[in-house]
């Protein structure tokens, strides 16, 4: 072969008739069907390339998806993780392979890792942000700049990139719709996040400034709940509302901070199923009867929901359905189209834990 001749993975893989992945990995000294085996070497061995002379054989990958890279904030939770294995399911469909990293709900964690999963040149980017609004991003995504990225499960977070969501601030409003037509009006709502970026801003004037919004899920739900109250003719109650941490135990430091600074509440709309869970057992521990005293509502819909006792209900949202169309929108990419948005419809998921409201507490 000539010696300024490139030949790319993609060619050896045409002549082959095999996937482009599985030449990279027979050439990586990874096991390989044994019939694609033979193919692939009658394909080196005709235009005399050798498996092992990289001096000989140039290989170029940026053309075609081979490896992703994929990265959430925090594996342990079950959002993320059913969205990682809507991914994972599609990128086996489509012969790819995905490297995960996990920022464990650190921003700082987050911009580390990137740095390492760019050092391995990826061929594409599934980008789950810890949270970030407009202008918030970490400077280290430009390492990706070269390679296409999908931003999932936020929104309006890299201009110029897809997305792909679930319209939370529906949710938001159908989550307190729901209540509202249960008879509840003192509904209180815990805004999930990773880290407090908000500083001392009201979360009133936070929600009205939509550069705010996107990147953090529970902003845009905690719109729709204001959506929702507003056409309801319900006041806003600033009391009924507060911050913590995407955890079992953020929901149980929530409920009592919310409990501290009134008693007047008669239903509960967590932006979690494991906060929820932990919502109810600070309920419990105070005695409360759940849905007899208080309703809660989660959010996910995910198996933790037919867990709790009472069962717990939801917002539904296809967080596999997400995860598996964020590699759909990577090849389409990779393939030269035009890949715009796609956001997700929610629903609600009724179960033994919501009510009808029956007393006053007070």
Known sequence: MPKNEQVRLKDIAKEACVSVSTVSRFLNGVGVRPEAEARIRKVLKNKNWSRYSTSRLELQMSSSLHVIAMIVPDIQHNYYSTIVSGSLEEAKKKDLMVVLASAGGSYTEECELLTQLASIHPDGLIYVPVASWSGSVPDEISLFSRVPIVVAARRAVLQGRP??????????YLATKYMLNLGHRR???????WEYPFGNTDLLELVKDTSKLGG?????RLRGYLRALQEYNVPYDPDLVTVSHWSFEGGKSGMAELMSKTTDIDSIISTSDTMALGVI?????HGFSIPEDISVLGWDDSEL???ADPQLSSVGQPSKQMGMSAIDMLVRLDAGEKVDDIMYDVSIIPRASTAIRRKVIS
């Open 163 to 172: 997305h792909v969501f679930a319209d939370n601030i529906s949710g938001g």
């Open 187 to 193: 509904i209180g709502f815990i805004v999930g996040t």
């Open 216 to 220: 953090f899920a529970s902003l845009d």
């Open 281 to 285: 057992d600070t309920l419990k521990t």
């Open 305 to 307: 929901c037919k867990y």
